[in-house]
């Protein structure tokens, strides 16, 4: 059974920055897509980020672009999140996500999601 699991949230002033990780196990993930998902108080969950196992072709909602970088270390099976630039409407807890051969943009493709990790960004 795959598994996702998130370290490296927490709280963090405007214009800092965080790493998240997301630590995966249990599958076979050379044809996944891996990516990063958040959701703030009351509103819907939304693509962040996303990223193949293989090949360089990384993934970006507009609102992250240029502050928000996904990267993967194949041999340690994770998948990170680095975030710079850090803004208050970044507060949300963001979610490891997988997904089989397509890069999964909506929630409803993804195959597997982590726990969560809360990220807060004070003003």
């Known amino acids: 059974q795959v598994q996702l699991v998130e370290s490296g949230g927490g709280l963090v002033q405007a214009g800092g920055s965080l790493r998240l990780s997301c630590a995966a196990s249990?599958?076979?993930?050379?044809?996944?897509?891996m990516g990063w998902f958040r959701q703030a108080p009351g509103k819907e969950r939304e693509f962040v980020a996303a990223r193949g196992w293989t090949g360089g072709t990384t993934y970006y909602a507009d609102s992250v672009k240029g502050r928000f970088t996904i990267s993967r270390d194949n041999a340690k099976n994770t998948v990170a999140l680095q975030m710079t630039s850090l803004k208050p409407e970044d507060t949300a807890v963001y979610y490891c996500?997988?997904?089989?051969?397509?890069?999964?943009?909506?929630?409803?493709?993804?195959?597997?999601w982590g726990q969560g990790t809360q990220v807060t960004v004070s003003s």
């Open positions: 249990g599958g076979t993930f050379s044809t996944y897509y």
């Open positions: 996500a997988a997904r089989r051969r397509v890069v999964p943009r909506t929630p409803s493709e993804v195959n597997y």
